[in-house]
């Protein structure tokens, strides 16, 4: 199979197409052909060194996001068959690269992957995973049993564009924080308020708040007394006099939630963007479309 290797850590130029033996499903696994995997954040970041836990030695895979058809199915799996199309997120966190989602073939533990409903474009069910999960999780650490007023950074971007989608959903009151630009675009998901990132953070202080971006203290100073500030990096501590409760959300998988996202992207109700589309054998490309930012969604390799 062709895959798309970080040979050495540093820039664009470090990704190589290469060939590689063609994987096998083991036990509990499926063997996925990717029709589309997404370009994320944390692959910049990884093929850079400037990850958690440390860099990973070259040479290594990229990729978390990947959607394609079962083309193997191995021992101890049921629920999926040779010729289903679905998508899921590889756990980079544990993988580290082995396997990525830059690849023709993955094989995959069948826990990682949900079936993509008719109709839904794998290039579309690509974007979802990660970015879907994350915001899932987020908003299930804060821990909102009653409707209340959120105020969500970087709403125009993937984590924090389902964030706000999934809490209007749930009934809260939506203050969305967008880049200039995009403000339509997350006007259009029901939101209450959107503040453009031009304007700043001039807002009360509120009961919950999701830093997606992070902006950092910024959006720290707008959790009430006794709120929750969750974060998907770590950030300035909340004043301690406030009593606020701080988390860092990180994504985990979940083969049920990623089920029921999915199915609200194709039915319409979770909107999701594609920014460009770019051949695996042109990685390097994406990663300097994704670095150069004004993306409006995301960057999807297409094998």
Known sequence: MRAV??????????????????????????????????????DLAARTGHIPGGPVPPPFLLGWDIAGEVVEVGEQVSGLAVGDLVAGMIPWYLTRGAPGGYAELVAADADWVAPVPAGLDPVVAATVPLNALTAHRALRMMGLS????????????????????????????VIAQATDGDEDWVRGFGVHTVVPRAAGLELAPMPAV??????????????????????????????????????????????????????AVAEGSLRTRVAATVPLADAAEAHRQAERGGCHGKVVLVA
Do not use: K
């Open 5 to 42: 290797v970080v040979t050495a850590l540093g820039g664009p130029e470090v990704l190589q197409l290469v060939e590689l033996p063609d994987p096998r499903p083991g036990p509990g696994q499926v063997l996925v052909r990717v029709r589309a995997a997404g370009v994320n954040p944390a």
């Open 146 to 173: 009653e409707p209340t007023t959120l105020l969500v950074t970087g709403a125009g971007g993937g984590v924090g564009g389902f964030a706000a989608q999934l809490a209007v959903r749930a009934g809260h009151t």
């Open 210 to 263: 999701f830093d997606a971006v992070p902006v950092g203290e910024p959006a720290g100073a707008l959790v009430a007394a006794g709120g929750v500030l969750v974060s998907t990096r770590p950030t300035p501590p909340v004043d301690p006099a406030r009593l606020a409760r701080q988390e860092i959300v990180l994504v985990r998988v979940d083969r049920l939630a990623l089920g029921d996202l999915l199915e």
